[in-house]
């Protein structure tokens, strides 16, 4: 089992830099795939981003392709979301999730909130 929280929403403008991380318990976190998903106001929870255990092998969402990167360091548990050029459409509640099985999503953080203003 592993237990997740993340941290670095915030408010932002338009074009600016956000750092969301994903801090994992257990000592079995290079086990799971990670994932990050976002969920706007009035719309469905949606995947933007995953990665494999060994952070080998990366997905995107075609809407935040060139301007996200999702990378992992293992040895402290700990999952990251690079966002760059934000717009106003980013701005939703952004969870991690892990899961053993890919696309199985057991395991979720309690979401961080990230606001774009233009």
């Known amino acids: 089992q592993v237990q997740l929280v993340e941290s670095g929403g915030g408010l932002v403008q338009a074009g600016d830099s956000l750092r969301l991380s994903c801090a994992a318990s257990?000592?079995?976190?290079?086990?799971?795939?990670m994932a990050w998903f976002r969920q706007a106001p009035g719309k469905e929870r949606e995947v933007i981003t995953r990665i494999s255990a060994s952070g080998g092998s990366t997905y995107y969402t075609d809407s935040v392709k060139g301007r996200f990167t999702i990378s992992r360091d293992n040895a402290k548990n700990v999952v990251y979301l690079q966002m760059n050029s934000l717009s106003p459409e980013g701005t939703a509640v952004y969870y991690c999730?892990?899961?053993?099985?890919?696309?199985?999503?057991?395991?979720w953080g309690q979401g961080t909130q990230v606001t774009v203003s233009s």
């Open positions: 999730a892990a899961c053993i099985v890919v696309g199985h999503w057991d395991y």
């Open positions: 257990g000592r079995t976190f290079s086990r799971y795939g």
